[in-house]
């Protein structure tokens, strides 16, 4: 049986983890509920792909490509996305000035003819996720950070609060502020409580993973010697053809059984050392971010990475995103999430709400002694 000296060691530590990041924690978990709905917020967003009809049969990424270059000769296109199961259009990303980082912009254009658009107005969607994995200029290992308080939240709430299965069912409304707020934090503690630990788990490793792994990395290869860094070549001659990227992206689904195209990053396309790479999904499988690099010039595979057929550690690293972000079953699933998303901030704020009324009461109680103490006849 925990001891009451313990128990109150972690009620402190509950009360000072959950204030000092209850601010973050809120923006985090609040935008983390909303994001589930980003491509349909990007969608309701811009009036203009409202108005796109769905193509059956989208013309190919060749099609896409040929129209964005004759529209922009000059631009670097970097990223293509083809239509989903909410956005009817592809979208492109360009650089307009391949010199000038800030010239990027997001085109539309239509599927079924690969006619051009225009610019996309609004990134509303993309603007919830810079906020929720980075806090807009972060690290992501800062939102990894907070995954872990609100693991010691959960740890610590869960043995604090020893009888809140029997008080699962109460809520005194006619109480205090304090009170009230105290019971819907319980219920929400415990209702969500699974919930709450998937989310706090896959989102610490998606934000720490990364770091322990470059840390282990650097320490690994510490000790041996370090081959001399070799210049890069220049790459120089006249502009090679480009190859098929929809023969490319055919090469993908066979070589990746299940594989389903989301989006495809162009380096140097146009240029001598050019390549293209293909992200998706596994339409049969949970797994996240398959991955296939091909050559520019010759449609050649020169890589695949298929979570499947990688070690534990990387399978399981594979289900943190999906896992964490609920994009694998369906609008019902994307509903669930953003309901229990909003518990966890729900209990920032209410967290934060009882331990400022109880500083309140304690200084009330501390001024109503002092003023007890000074009055002649109730002291001593």
């Keep these: 049986m925990t001891s009451r000296r313990t128990l109150n060691m972690l009620f402190i530590l ?59 000769p000059q631009a670097a296109v970097e990223t293509l996305a083809p239509p989903d199961a909410v956005n009817p259009a592809y979208m492109a990303f360009l650089r307009l000035d391949p010199g000038d980082n800030a010239s990027r912009t997001k085109l539309a254009l239509r599927a079924d003819t690969g006619a051009l658009i225009g610019p996309v107005d609004s990134q509303l969607g993309q603007f919830i996720r810079s906020l929720h994995v980075f806090l807009f200029f972060g690290p992501r290992w800062i939102v990894g950070f907070l995954g872990v308080a609100l693991l010691v939240l959960i740890g610590t709430g869960i043995v604090i609060h020893r009888k809140i299965i029997a008080e699962l069912f109460t809520q005194r409304w006619d109480r205090s502020l304090r009170v009230v707020m105290s019971d819907l934090h319980k219920s929400a503690g415990v209702w969500g409580l699974a919930f709450h630990l998937l989310i706090a788990f896959t989102g610490a490793w998606l934000g720490l993973a990364p770091v322990f792994e470059r840390g282990f990395e650097y320490i690994a290869q510490a000790g041996a010697q370090r081959p001399a860094k070799t210049p890069k070549p220049k790459l120089t001659g006249p502009a090679p053809a480009m190859a098929s990227l929809a023969q490319m992206a055919r090469q993908a689904s066979s070589a990746v059984p299940g594989f389903e195209t989301r989006y495809v990053s162009l380096q140097r396309w146009g240029q001598p050392g050019a390549s293209a790479r293909f992200t998706g ?84 109680t501390r001024s109503a002694r002092s003023a007890g103490k000074g009055q002649p006849g109730l002291a001593g």
């Design 14 to 72: 509950h009360s000072w983890a959950g204030v000092v990041t209850g601010l973050l924690l809120f923006a985090v978990c609040f935008s983390g509920a909303v994001l589930v709905f980003k491509h349909e917020i990007d969608f309701w967003a811009n009036p203009v792909l409202r108005a796109v009809p769905r193509a059956s049969e989208p013309v190919s990424l060749d099609t896409v490509m040929t129209t964005l270059q004759r529209a922009y």
């Design 281 to 364: 999904n596994l339409s049969t499988h949970l797994y996240s971010t398959a991955q296939l690099q091909f050559d520019g010039a010759s449609g050649r595979l020169t890589q695949a990475h298929d979570p499947r057929q990688q070690g534990f550690w990387s399978q399981v690293n594979g289900l943190m995103e999906p896992l964490h972000f609920g994009d694998f079953g369906g609008l019902g699933l994307k509903w669930l999430y953003f309901l229990l998303g909003l518990t966890p901030a729900f209990l920032s704020l209410s967290g934060t709400l009882i331990w400022l009324d109880g500083r309140r009461q304690r200084r009330v």
